[in-house]
């Protein structure tokens, strides 16, 4: 299929089941309308704080509001989804109750960049919802695995959509002005090993040392191996898995003991970590806890955390030779 096609047409060429395909569409309408906000920035009056914590404690932006809003409005409209749960919402919202799919969502990774310019993100997957029992937060509790599809946005200069439904990972341009998504890449391939790392290397004296000797070894020079690796950081998820998607690397948010309440890191494993680890899977990526892969963590609460290191296979295989002490 040629760059340039459209979205709803790489969709329907693709095979995506049409309920599959109207949330989708939805959700990129929303991600379009999230972008037009930013775009305007301080002018609608969206930046700064909401003025209160969200379920995890930390500080809501505007902004934070705003997109998760835009995002449950979509949906709500749609009609074809059971259930939206969000990293902004304590509980899911019931929205349909025969609906197929549910869907999850970050509405505003990243978004401490969001009042200085710096790129942002949203993610999304969509599960199925088994016919037949009225909407629960227990059925949201799904492996990775066993998605039927993901997709990220990262609003930097251009708002770039990356989405997956099973068969591959796919890159598409918003065009300016509008809520149309062009294809720019089908079949996004990663490359095999990278030069990049990402990783808040403020947290170093928290990380475990099995973590520390990995990035000890990133940054010891061997020009031999491509050594030392650069450290890429955005304050971003999406914005640094993005970089690495294309160009390689690893990004890690490793278990660290900054914090003894939060012993696995700060991200979330199904708004977060789960649906970047199927794109990037898909993509001839890895995405692993450190000891195995994320796909495969059955969730025991909604907004559980785990460790992440995803990119390049190289660069992750490695990073779980380290974290099982096996160098
Ligand atoms: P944010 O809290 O600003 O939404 O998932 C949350 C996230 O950002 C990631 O996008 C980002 O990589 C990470 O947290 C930043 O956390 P640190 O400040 O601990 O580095």
């Not at 309440?261 to 680890?277: D, Q, S, V």
Request: contains cysteine; negative net charge; aromatic residues 6%.
């Amino acid at each position: 299929m040629a760059a340039g096609v459209h979205l709803a047409r790489f969709l329907d060429d693709a095979g995506v089941p049409g309920e599959l395909k109207a949330v989708l569409v939805s959700a990129t309408q929303a991600g379009a309308q999230i972008a037009r906000e930013l775009r305007r920035g301080g002018l609608s009056g969206v930046t700064g704080t909401a003025g209160g914590t969200n379920v995890h404690g930390e500080v809501v932006k505007k902004m934070d509001v705003l997109a998760n809003e835009i995002l449950v409005e979509v949906f709500r409209s749609e009609g074809g989804v059971a259930q939206v749960a969000s990293e902004e919402m304590a509980e899911p919202l019931v929205l349909s109750r025969e609906a197929p799919y549910s869907v999850l969502f970050d509405p505003l990774d990243g978004s401490s960049n969001v009042d200085t310019g710096g790129s942002v993100g949203t993610i999304l997957c969509v599960q199925s919802s088994p016919g037949g029992k009225s909407p629960s937060g227990e059925m949201l509790l799904q492996k990775g695995a066993d998605l039927a599809a993901a997709c990220y946005l990262n609003y930097g200069p251009a708002t770039s959509l990356v989405l997956a439904t099973g068969a591959g990972a796919h890159l598409f341009c918003l065009e300016p002005g509008s809520e149309t998504f062009v294809l720019i890449t089908r079949d996004l391939k990663i490359p095999r090993r990278g030069k990049v790392y990402a990783t808040n290397e403020g947290q170093r004296n928290y990380f475990h040392p099995s973590t520390r000797r990995f990035l000890d070894h990133l940054q010891a020079s061997d020009p031999s191996d491509g050594r030392p690796y650069s450290p890429r950081y955005s304050g971003c998820l999406v914005t640094d898995v993005h970089r690495i998607l294309l160009e390689g690397g690893i990004y890690l948010y490793p278990s660290d003991t900054r914090d003894p309440k939060k012993p696995h890191g700060k991200l979330r494993l199904l708004y977060e970590c789960a649906p970047l680890a199927w794109i990037v899977e898909q993509a001839g990526g890895r995405a692993s806890t450190g000891r195995g892969p994320i796909a495969e963590v059955t969730p025991s609460e909604l907004h559980q955390r785990v460790p992440l290191f995803i990119g390049s296979p190289y660069e992750v295989g490695l990073a779980e030779e380290f974290e099982g002490g096996k160098r």
